[in-house]
């Protein structure tokens, strides 16, 4: 069989909370263009759809047209790569069982692959940033909450219902913090931007110590930053007991998967030697003592607007193609 028109583009999706992105990217992963729309926008599940084809279809329409794309990449926060489904996801709106990719691709008539946003990051990074070159590695994303996937001998881990690697919502506190997946005591609950700001707040209740946070009227974990970065206490303590929990849970994380680094992403890779500082010192205080001092800890050197989008553009490539203007 002879094929003379081999496609030569894929359309990559990030959903993240508040912002929904779509890009086109080439074979050699050069983003021609992207544009985004607010999720937020579209609690229910149908009009988010409605909304993420006619945004799909107007970017490929003005960019080269239908018969320049392959297939369609998702990262989404939740995603379940062997079904393709948003499952029971804590922080999205929409709750249950949400089958995008198929909902996707009987409307736009193209091959459609769906994994959560960390399985999605570790594709970008393993092919284009920090985990180049690596076999055995894990990759923590920190954000809305803590996302995680790994490698093993140069293959994804995925499990046997594709949830591995969901280092978040291990327990490191007994009763502790409810997360939003209905337990208590994850490690996101603490060392998500929400569950920095929540240790901000809670700082400030315990004691009337001043501090650069009180004038602010929302604390975000950002704000933390900037606080840390003009020598305050409060806010350093905060990153300090932030630090010492996310150490404890990759020493376990690593103590199980044995990987040769842990790269970070998003806000954790932002917090630099605030948040790693005293996370390297409590993992290698409690990680098992035959891997000590040999993982890692490496900050993406990738966009954080960027690496999702290439992350997404390869899991694109990698299905099977399908079309219904063949």
Known sequence: MIIEDMKTRVVGVDIKLHKTTSAIVDVRGNIIVKDSFPTTDYPNIGDFVSKLCEHILTLVEANGGYESVRSVGISAPSGNFPTGSIVNSPNMPWKGVVPLAAMLRDRLGLAVALANNAYVTALGEYVFGAAHGLHDFAVLSVGSGVGSCFYSQGRVHLGTEGFAGEVGHTCMVPNGRQCGCGNRGCLEAYCSEKG???TAREMMEESS?????????KVTADDVLACCAKGDKMAIEVMQRTGEILGLG???YASIINPEAFVFTGFAARAGRWLLNPTSVAFETHVFRNIRDRVKLVCSNLDDHDRNILGASVLAWEVKEYSLFK
Do not use: F, I, Q, Y
């Open 196 to 198: 920095v700001a929540t």
């Open 209 to 217: 110590d001043p501090s650069l946070l009180r004038d602010l009227e």
């Open 250 to 252: 990759l020493a376990n």
